[in-house]
């Protein structure tokens, strides 16, 4: 019974490129599985997902919004998460607690460049996946030449499993491979029948080719094929789940979400091919006194409760609401669980089904649920929380580097507190978003994803928390890292009258190849007590964290203790920690420190004429094409590297180039070094400002 039931979710995401039709597939789903009554639309701003003011007024999704609906007996909980780049952490975290996602491609532009994104990230999380390709009504729509572009440039083993009947305004229905029927629309009514004679010979074609595929990895399909015996349905749907269970095909579907067409047809294949909790099985974490100790976790109601915390949004009404993935056991409304990221227990308050905005409050969540809880205190994203009695630690969240700055003050000294809480609460709704005070210059900077997101967080500021704020221009996230290896001697020492301060420490800083901030405790015979150890480290840290170059982030240092002395009354820990920050700030200039900026991969597509202009622009401001592939007739797709602080005003200038007929997005890539002249500047220009505060 217990199988049964976990058997019947489907834990969902719907991800996809800006403007693939994402937010109106999902808004479909909700009309025709009994949510909403009436169609939103997201130009109307009327969509059910997108309930964010900010989203509203700019047609686009910011935040994923869970919902939980019904089809055919299957409980669905949905996700809708954004496609621009700068809220690409809603993805990551919403695809770290999926089972299965619905890509969404446009059939006019195929696969665009955060397609490749979102795909990338689902592989990295393993997460199986069917594709949608919409807007089969618009004019150049093409299902064959997105699914080759699927084939080549993700390696998605795509297989159609319908066909269209038509296409542009023509598109009138789909020819559904498995039950060789077609399939028509005509307002909200399918209409099922024989296949018009003109598509039998296409449609036959395409049926042996899925036959085909699936059989490669279907034993049964593959005996059958070759004996040239009868294949059912049946045979074809059991062929079909496994190879998309075990990520060895995509099935591919049709249609045009906005006119209502093929969407039911795609609820079906939700509930036919993508994962239940229990066939993504069991999940793995590590004890939480010791890393090297496997746990499992099964996805049953009688096993110790487990789950994942990904996300927090503050509700007006409700207060904090915390997002939780449960992978086994049950959760009470009362019970007390302990976070086992943080070591804390927490009580919870209320439980919550979320139907995007609007909320059911329930007495349960079991294995496979998603949900919120109302009331917990110490629980951030990526968070472990589990049964008291027998914990686990998952694993955590994958965060990505911000690369702007933006200086931000309240309009009045009276708004001071209440802009710092805003800014607490929306750091910890969105990891992606940092906040950061200078002591020096008396500023608060805050860090983003781009200049989309830090406008949105503004925006927020403004509208929702009623803080009026001033900003700065948006600046790049600089890093500061080193490149030569250096042993340094240090002796703090300090005599006041009375108890002075003593403490003396002998360290290597060394680059750390892109493998973060690293600390080396070598320090043998007790020549530093073991009590004063985490205060070297915390200094060191520390130091890293504000800079010791030009006031960035350090980042890639390895620091090893290697010696040092104490004494007897004059050491502590405040000690240790003061040395610590002297003797980096002392030595940094011997590890030949340099500036490192944030690089972004960047996708141009472009009119053929316009080519030669694009990449002339691109190059004017550092950056580099190193690819260029036909898109579609008469245009061009080029890939390439730019630093960020020449991208400013991009749009405009791609505008201008190409009469308005060219696009791009771009993505973080890495961090590289900033040539040397520019980096003098940079340099310069923070310690005069530096010069000028004090």
Not at 173 to 178: A, Q, S, Y
Not at 530 to 559: Q, T
């Amino acid at each position: 019974m217990e199988n049964a039931e976990i058997q019947r979710i489907r834990n969902i995401g719907i991800v996809a490129h800006i403007d693939a039709g994402k937010t109106t597939t999902s808004e479909r789903i909700l009309f025709f599985t009994g949510i909403t009554h009436k169609i939103g639309e997201v130009h109307d701003g009327q969509a059910v997902m997108d309930f964010m003011k900010q989203e509203q007024e700019r047609g686009i999704t910011i935040t994923s919004a869970a919902i939980t609906t019904e089809w055919k007996k299957h409980q669905i909980n949905l996700i809708d998460t954004p496609g621009h780049i700068d809220f690409t952490l809603e993805v990551e975290r919403s695809l770290r607690v999926l089972d299965g996602i619905i890509m969404v491609f446009c059939a006019v532009g195929g696969v665009e460049p955060q397609s490749e994104t979102v795909w990338h990230q689902a592989d990295r999380y393993k997460v199986p996946r069917i594709a949608f390709i919409n807007k089969m009504d618009r004019q150049g729509a093409d299902v064959f030449h997105t699914v080759e572009q699927m084939n080549e440039m993700l390696g998605a083993n795509a297989v159609l499993f319908q066909i269209p009947i038509g296409s542009e305004s023509e598109f009138k229905g789909v020819i559904d491979l498995i039950s060789m029927k077609a399939i028509t629309f005509k307002e909200l009514d399918m209409i099922v029948a024989d296949i018009p004679e003109e598509y039998r010979q296409r449609s036959a074609k395409y049926r042996e080719m899925m036959i085909e595929k699936l059989a490669d990895f279907d034993e049964p399909l593959m005996e059958k094929y070759l004996a040239e015996k009868e294949i059912t349905e049946a045979d074809i749907k059991t062929a079909a789940r496994h190879a998309v269970l075990t990520l060895c095909v995509t099935p591919v579907f049709c249609g045009t979400a906005f006119k209502n067409k093929g969407v039911r047809l795609l609820l079906d294949a939700v509930v036919d091919y993508l994962p239940s909790p229990i066939d993504r099985g069991i999940i793995t974490g590590v004890d939480i006194h010791n890393p090297e100790i496997i746990l499992s976790r099964k996805p049953s109601y009688k096993r110790p409760f487990s789950a994942l915390a990904f996300k927090i949004t503050n509700d007006a009404y409700v207060g904090q609401q915390t997002f939780i993935r449960v992978y086994s056991g049950e959760l009470e409304a009362g019970s007390y669980i302990l976070n086992s990221t943080k070591g804390k227990k927490e009580r919870i308050g209320r439980i919550l089904r979320i139907h995007a905005n609007d909320r059911q409050e329930v007495k349960i969540l079991r294995a496979g649920d998603i949900g919120a809880l109302i009331g917990v205190k110490y629980t951030t994203t990526g968070d472990t929380l589990c049964d008291e009695s027998d914990p686990v630690l998952l694993e955590n969240i994958k965060y990505p580097e911000t690369v702007l700055d933006m200086k931000i003050e309240p309009d009045s000294k009276k708004e001071r507190d209440k802009l710092s809480i805003a800014l607490s609460k929306m750091a910890l709704e969105d990891p992606s978003f940092k906040v950061h005070y200078d002591e020096e210059t008396e500023e608060t900077v805050i860090s983003g994803m781009g200049e989309l997101h830090l406008e949105v967080i503004v925006d927020r500021l403004k509208t929702e928390h009623k803080v009026n704020v001033n900003v700065g221009k948006p600046a790049v996230a600089f890093r500061e890292s080193i490149t030569k290896e250096v042993e340094y001697n240090y002796k703090y020492k300090k005599q006041t009258g009375g108890k002075g301060q003593f403490a003396h420490i002998v360290f290597r800083l060394e680059p750390n190849d892109r493998n973060g901030l690293e600390f080396l405790d070598l320090v043998k015979g007790g020549n530093i007590p073991r009590e004063y150890i985490p205060s070297v480290e915390k200094a060191f840290r520390e130091a890293m964290s504000r800079g010791l170059y030009a006031d960035y982030p350090m980042v890639d240092v390895r620091f090893v203790l290697i010696d040092g002395s104490y004494h007897p009354v004059d050491s502590s820990e405040m000690a240790f920690k003061i040395c610590t920050f002297q003797a980096l700030r002392e030595m940094i200039n011997r590890t030949a420190p340099q500036l490192l900026e944030p690089v972004m991969k960047i996708e141009i597509n472009t009119p053929d004429e316009y080519m030669g202009d694009a990449i002339g622009d691109v190059t004017r401001r550092r950056g580099k094409i190193d690819n260029m592939r036909r898109h579609r007739k008469g245009s061009q797709k080029l890939t390439g590297t730019v630093p960020l602080m020449e991208m400013f005003g991009y749009a405009s200038a791609l505008r201008t180039i190409s009469s308005g007929r060219a696009a791009f997005s771009m993505e973080f890539l890495n961090y590289a070094p900033l040539p040397r002249s520019i980096e003098e500047d940079v340099v310069a220009e923070v310690r005069a400002k530096k010069a000028a505060n004090n």
